[in-house]
């Protein structure tokens, strides 16, 4: 699964990057806690024109009749998107792409405290994560909604936890996001293992109400995979 991420890029350079038109009240960056329910950059194209908007993440099926009326959907799984319900029509018109500069996984010690990780880019400027998005009212509420798709783990990464973000490559974000034919369900599969690394960092980051770059930092003396 993705339950928490980090995101450092400007807005300018998501939008440079993405070649995406910015909206208004996007999030702040850089957060290098970004947890459930907080509001996220999110691109996605429409009649011809990709936009970088802000969407709130956990994903509200149009049938919840409150935000708390059911499960929070933070996570669709890449075997089972296409066939549940509250995704099926979502992975078909509504994709999106979730900018990130990496996000956290845990292992356990031998005495079960929960260790956390940074998985990051090895080359890339962020990684792009696939999404599913979804507009969502009741009343006066109205919000944009998504969720991050999610995959089996392979090489390095599986050593840590079964489950990963799907990451779409650069040349294949036209693809994720409608643009350029059918064919999008090929892309949701595990990144090659060179284009992440992952490192130990600080267990302040267990908590969601941690903040502050030296998240993201590397514990010395920890152990590192994936260099790449």
């Not at 990709?50 to 993440?57: C, Q, Y």
């Not at 109205?142 to 490559?169: F, S």
Request: hydrophobic fraction near 40%; charged fraction near 20%; glycine fraction near 8%.
């Amino acid at each position: 699964m993705c339950g928490r991420f980090a995101i450092t890029l400007p807005p300018e350079a998501m939008s440079h990057l993405f070649q995406a038109q910015p909206g208004n009240d996007l999030p702040d960056v850089p957060n290098y806690n970004v947890c459930p329910t907080d509001s996220v950059h999110a691109v996605l194209a429409a009649d011809g024109t990709r936009r970088l908007t802000a969407m709130r993440w956990g994903f509200l099926p149009h049938w919840y009749k409150t935000t708390s009326d059911g499960p929070l959907l933070i996570n669709a799984r890449a075997e089972s998107v296409a066939e549940k319900p509250a995704f099926r029509e979502a992975v078909r018109t509504r994709r999106c792409l979730i900018p990130a500069s990496g996000f956290y996984e845990w292992t356990k010690d031998a005495d079960g405290a929960r260790l956390p990780w940074f998985i990051h880019p090895t080359q890339a400027q962020c990684f792009a994560f696939a999404g599913v998005w979804q507009e969502w009212e009741r009343g006066d509420q109205a919000l944009t909604t998504c969720a991050i798709v999610t995959t089996q783990a392979e090489g390095p990464m599986g050593d840590i936890h079964h489950r990963m973000p799907v990451i779409v490559a650069q040349d294949d974000w036209p693809l994720w996001l409608g643009e350029q034919g059918h064919g999008a369900a090929r892309l949701m599969r595990a990144a090659p293992a060179g284009d992440v690394a992952m490192h130990r960092v600080d267990p302040r980051v267990n908590s969601n109400r941690a903040s502050g770059p030296d998240l993201i930092e590397p514990i010395s003396g920890a152990e590192t995979a994936g260099s790449g």
